[in-house]
């Protein structure tokens, strides 16, 4: 078990965890119902990543090495993409624009695909396996 990946995986789902309830309690009378299902949406993909790294981190099949080119683009992709969301579905509640940084939106999304696609690289090349 790798203990690293495993700590980020439950930072990532305790925090997804107190983000959808400051939503869906703490936002519902300050947003509109479509940035509160935005918020939720960033909710949603943090959390299933938290349980996509606990799993990682607890594969026999890989590596450690594998594990970490696994790793740092799901973390870099949870960053940037959930937390982009979380600013933008907050937009109006603050006097910064957080539009400037949605680039960080589709970025984020970007590394997660390769941090699957690198999972399934790994798995299917990994000498170790049976």
């Not at 680039?103 to 990994?126: K, Q, S, V």
Request: hydrophobic letters at 50%; proline letters at 2%.
């Amino acid at each position: 078990m790798n203990k690293t990946i495993f700590g980020t995986g439950i930072l990532f789902g305790t925090t997804a965890i107190l983000l959808g309830a400051f939503g869906a309690h703490g936002l519902k009378e300050l947003v509109d119902a479509e940035a509160l299902r935005t918020f939720g949406t960033g909710v949603s993909y943090q959390m299933y990543h938290a349980l996509f790294l606990l799993i990682l981190g607890a594969m026999p099949q890989l590596g450690n090495r594998g594990k970490m080119i696994v790793f740092y683009p799901i973390v870099l992709g949870v960053v940037c993409f959930s937390f982009s969301i979380y600013l933008l579905a907050t937009n109006g509640l603050t006097e910064f624009d957080y539009k400037k940084i949605a680039l960080l939106t589709p970025l984020g999304g970007i590394l997660l695909l390769l941090g699957w696609i690198a999972l399934g690289f790994r798995i299917f090349n990994e000498k170790r396996m049976n």
